[in-house]
């Protein structure tokens, strides 16, 4: 049984949104009436997932425009996210 299209559960969470702006009282509920894509990886700063996480960033406009939030998540800290996001391309971010 698939959980594609099925309403996931509300959470809260710290998070790192806007990929500047630390928040500890992230909801997914607050993007209900949005399709969400809710994708989970193993860590930042790892050989293994950055050129996924690259193309989901080069496409939010294209998200954007179809009322979808893209929304990540890994067992990272909110500081280590801050800093990948926060780190150049050519340096592992």
Same mark, same amino acid.
């Given at each position: 049984?698939?959980?594609?299209?099925?309403?996931?559960?509300?959470? =809260?969470?710290?998070?790192?949104?806007?990929? #500047?702006?630390?928040?500890? !009282?992230? *909801?997914?509920?607050?993007?209900? /009436?949005?399709?969400?894509?809710?994708?989970?990886?193993?860590?930042?700063?790892?050989?293994?997932?950055? =050129?996924?996480?690259?193309?989901?960033?080069? #496409?939010?406009?294209?998200? !954007?425009? *179809?009322?979808?939030?893209?929304? /990540?998540?890994?067992?990272?800290?909110?500081?280590?996210?801050?800093?990948?996001?926060?780190?150049?391309?050519?340096?592992?971010?």
């Amino acid at each position: 049984m698939g959980l594609t299209g099925k309403k996931a559960p509300d959470f =809260t969470a710290s998070a790192v949104i806007e990929g #500047k702006k630390i928040i500890d !009282d992230f *909801k997914l509920s607050n993007y209900e /009436g949005k399709y969400v894509v809710l994708f989970f990886y193993p860590l930042d700063f790892t050989f293994v997932c950055p =050129t996924e996480l690259h193309a989901f960033q080069e #496409k939010l406009s294209q998200f !954007d425009s *179809k009322n979808t939030q893209v929304i /990540g998540c890994s067992v990272d800290s909110k500081h280590t996210h801050y800093a990948w996001l926060n780190t150049p391309i050519e340096k592992g971010g």
